[in-house]
């Protein structure tokens, strides 16, 4: 059997990492970011200095300045590492020249912008619906991914085949890889614990204490899980890795940059200027208002995804948006 090529499309801290790992595993990936000057450092260093610094590329590791149509007409494997803003644009770009068996996988954490659609749709509807999909997901941070510390993940796919393979590639002495045929629930878990951990920085930013931390993230996971289980998402699959895991890694480390945006809102900072504090995407900036409108339009409560909509579009300060929490009409816990 040949070697797979694998093409991973999208050169910030993520994509670097996830090309690192496949890389390790002896795999041949091509790298491609739309930055040429940031690419030609790439190959001239054999580092991602400006997103992921001090970790070496493999040999197996090639960046490159240009897509050219044959590194896509050659992939055995497609893998997009991009914003959800652009998501859509890529895939249009990337569509025609990709033969119709070519793999599409993504670890992207959001949800299409101005429709609100998760991105396996979005996928189905640019590429057709025959070529086979998967979502990467966490609890992972890049730079542990590229230290090679133990990490575990979670590839889901509707073709139970196709996420086996992923999972193989993937799969490392230090990675351990999970398989799931569950794309909502694996999608709505990863876009919707940006916002709750934008929530729980904004806590730790006001010094609310580790009690209002795990009652956001206890209470977040509710409204996650809501959600989810009402677009077809599966229950078991918010309290594993890609729900409860990924949610209490990104609302408890200082790596996570959605956290760390809620606390730089919650010290005064105006949401530019943490942003360009932060210095690259914050995905859960991007996904609240579509989750807060998919919430609405389904006619479900998620005040903690509300009251952070509020916060990033200068509605509310910061100790409004806690205030507006800690006055709601008492309930009970599972209603």
């Known amino acids: 059997m040949a070697q797979p090529h694998i093409l991973v499309i999208g050169a910030g801290s993520w994509g ?17 970011g739309n930055n040429a000057e940031q690419m030609a450092l790439l190959q001239s260093e054999r580092e991602n200095q400006a997103f992921l610094p001090g970790f070496k590329f493999p040999s197996a590791l090639q960046p490159i300045i240009d897509l050219q149509p044959h590194y896509l007409q050659q992939a055995s494997h497609v893998l997009l590492v991009v914003p959800s803003d652009v998501f859509p644009q890529v895939l249009r770009d990337i569509a025609p020249h990709l033969p119709s068996h070519t793999p599409i996988a993504w670890g992207t954490k959001g949800l299409e912008s101005d429709t609100c659609q998760l991105l396996h749709k979005v996928a189905e509807k640019i590429s057709g619906t025959q070529r086979p ?42 990675c351990r890889v999970y398989t799931s045929d569950d794309m909502v629930g694996v999608q709505i878990g990863a876009a919707a614990k940006n916002v709750i951990a934008i929530a729980a920085g904004v806590a730790d930013g006001i010094g609310l204490g580790a009690n209002t931390r795990a009652a956001l993230i206890t209470r977040g996971l509710n409204e996650i899980m809501k959600l989810g289980v009402q677009l077809g998402g599966r229950k078991e699959t918010f309290m594993g890795l890609t729900g409860l895991g990924d949610l209490i ?87």
């Open 133 to 174: 999909l998967a979502v990467i997901s966490g609890p992972t941070f890049a730079k542990e991914v590229a230290q090679g510390l133990p990490t575990a993940m979670t590839v889901a796919s509707e073709q139970s085949d196709y996420a086996d393979v992923l999972a193989d590639l993937l799969r490392g002495e230090y």
């Open 16 to 32: 670097t990492a996830l090309a690192i790992l496949l890389s390790h595993n002896q795999h041949q990936t091509v790298l491609w």
């Open 249 to 335: 890694l990104t609302c408890t480390d200082d790596q996570s940059r959605n956290r760390r945006f809620g606390y730089a809102l919650a010290q005064g900072q105006e949401v530019e200027q943490a942003l360009a504090s932060i210095g690259q995407v914050v995905e859960g900036l991007h996904s609240v208002q579509q989750i807060v409108s998919l919430a609405r339009q389904m006619g479900i409560e998620m005040p903690i995804s509300e009251q952070v909509n509020l916060l990033t579009q200068g509605q509310c300060s910061a100790e409004e948006a806690v205030q507006n929490l800690l006055s709601r009409e008492p309930k009970q816990e599972n209603a």
